[in-house]
């Protein structure tokens, strides 16, 4: 260890909010406990009586309570955003954007009940990273767990908090959440490093003026990547090219360890971010706690969260947060228009940081697999035989509208008649357009090649499980090779839930068939998936029937018929894949 451990033990969390339309929602502040005491300030690893850092997660959870939500989804017109511009069309989650942040702690059955109060679309909310262990039902993706949740209809989402760190929730009903139905979720537990002071969730977003519908069909049209017209730092940034808006400030208290939960909840960029003066120890990838890894920077590809301790240990004084972005989000041309933040440690003045500090070397789009996970996993590469069933080729579709496809099919979802339907008919028809991928035996390992046929990185998320990343290859390294696989590491490699999938390149993925239900694997760039780059993994599915709850598939029906009755006189017909946009043929 190398910081003083003589402190208080009591962890208060101060979260900056202060939108136009924000309400505050105060601190988050985490029970305190005494000096040396389990999960003190010097004593992270440790929880509760029994559970600690090393306590394999998918095997044992400790009790936990009940804590409940209610939010409502709106929708505004002519919104004054954070940055001093008008915005003509947001969604927002109980008017607050980002939306409330979701906090519960280790073990506990989290229950949301979600009001859809928009005009005309429906809505659907996936927890990001939430294993949903026999519990695929509760996922919240419209069109492969559920239909949509119809204008004024509602719907309670159960989810056990298995796994513990940081993660995001967000809208799964076309590109909605580009539309700011969005927040953070922070779950306490453990953690493999000692922290004096949480500072909580930090999502650092890109941030568009239009509409994520228009995006979504200037995207169709040419792939090229939109630019984003601001960075959000925990929602707030100056306007980049007028005046208004002002720096998200994070107070640092001199002398102490502070634990920060970085989220990239964009629609489309990757970035490294970095603090002047200051190294950064991760200590969580998504919701893997690794053993502590020291860097100048991480990398946050869509989707993913990594959390951090950072010492105040510089002089008193201001810093800033900068984010380090790339042209058009293509790997290699470093391009900075200079985002940032400001950290400030406790007793400076309200001045800018003076200090520009250098860009971090450029990851070329490449998250680090240098992470090691504090609980182990093995995957036997001897079984491992890459061949077509296991090969997934992600190519770009330019001929007529833009579209994407893996293995030669975009994905299309029929809302009204999600996959977890046909597991519950018992009917294996499948229509080719739904890219569904079977996977039937059970608790066995399986490995997945995935190949990028297009000279753009892709953020790829799987639901229901962390996937271990075996390896990468380097950009433009073409398709993976039977002497590629001695270069994998199967003993303990990273595990999260997304990862990035170099440009015209490739990455090798493993999981473990222990989680029956159907877990979309997808690209987290918005316009990605609106344009079908995903998969359905239909992971043992007789199983997965006799999992599905009475109670469970009585709420699924209703809403679904309460979906249908609405949209045979929606206004708004599907144009998309569903999950964010869809080929459209003209
Ligand atoms: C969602 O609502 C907006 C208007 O509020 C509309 O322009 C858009 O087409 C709708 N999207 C879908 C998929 O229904
Ligand atoms: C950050 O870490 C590097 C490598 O360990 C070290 O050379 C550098 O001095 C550190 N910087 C600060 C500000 O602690
Ligand atoms: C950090 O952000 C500030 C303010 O936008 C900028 O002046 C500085 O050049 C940036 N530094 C880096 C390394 O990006
Ligand atoms: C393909 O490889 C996987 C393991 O990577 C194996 O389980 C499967 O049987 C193989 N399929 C064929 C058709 O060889
Ligand atoms: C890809 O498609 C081919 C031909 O339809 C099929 O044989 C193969 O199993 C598919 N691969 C996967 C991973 O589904
Ligand atoms: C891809 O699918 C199209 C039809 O959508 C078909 O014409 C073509 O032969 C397929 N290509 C391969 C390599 O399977
Ligand atoms: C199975 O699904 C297909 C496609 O949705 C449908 O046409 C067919 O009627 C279904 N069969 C049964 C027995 O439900
Ligand atoms: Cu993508």
Redesign the pocket.
Known sequence: MRFPTSLTGIMTGIFFWGLATAAPSGLQTLEPRAAGSCHSATSRACWSSGYTVQTDYEQSTPPGGIKTFNWEITEHDNWQGPDGRVKSKVMLVNNQYPGPTLTADWGDTIKVTIKNSLRINGTSIHWHGFRQFGTNIQDGVNGITECPIPPGGSKTYTLKATQYGTSWYHSHFSAQYGNGVVGSIVINGPASSNYDIDLGAYPISDYYLRTADQIVGDTMVSPAPPASDNVLFNGKNINPVGSGGEYSKLTFTPGKRHRLRFINPSVEHNYQVSIV???MTVISTDFVPVNSF?T?NVFLGVGQRVDVTIDASRTIGNYWMNVTMYANNFCGSSVNTFPAAIVQYAGAPNTNPTDKGTLPANTNCRDSLDYVPVVTRQAPLDTFTPNASDTLDITLETSALVSWKVNNSSMVVQWDKPIIQYVMDGNTSYPTSENVVVVSQPNQWTFWVVENESPIPHPLHLHGHDFMVLGASAANAGAFTAADKTQLKANNPVRRDVTMLPPSGWVILAFKADNPGNWLFHCHIAWHVAGGLSVDFLERVPEQKALIRQADSTAFNSNCAAWRKYYATSPEKQMDSGLKMREITI
């Open positions: 003066g200051h190294n020291s100048d």
